[in-house]
């Protein structure tokens, strides 16, 4: 089995900042890409941002210069520090991991349980 675990969520004024981590465990061969994405009431989930395994980042418009992905492959985790935050950040934001488990030949999307950000005065 495999695990991803967020934390870090919460309610924040405009303009403030917050910080989310998402750790993956279980028995794991190697992760591709990880990321997060986000999802507001009646919306479609959308990229908040992803890293490669070798530290190439990938953002959503609306967050470019404002949010920072940062990985560490040794502990498995991401983070991803978020400033300038506005209402419409708010949403669940939901870690994803592109993971090869032990005994498999192919990658398999996982997501975490997702964690709310809420942003207003």
Do not use: H
Not at 61 to 75: E, L, P, Q, Y
Not at 82 to 107: H, W
């Amino acid at each position: 089995q495999v695990q991803l675990v967020e934390s870090g969520g919460g309610l924040v004024q405009p303009g403030g900042s917050l910080r989310l981590s998402c750790a993956v465990s279980g028995w794991i061969i190697s992760i591709n890409d990880m990321g997060w994405y986000r999802q507001a009431p009646g919306k479609q989930r959308e990229l908040v941002a992803v890293i490669t395994a070798g530290g190439n980042t990938n953002y959503g418009d609306s967050v470019k210069g404002r949010f920072t992905i940062a990985r560490d492959n040794a502990k498995k985790t991401i983070d991803l520090q978020m400033n300038s935050l506005k209402p419409e950040d708010t949403a669940i934001y939901y870690c994803n991991a592109k993971v090869r488990q032990l005994g498999r030949d192919s990658f398999s999307d996982y997501w975490g349980q997702g964690t709310q950000v809420n942003v207003s005065s």
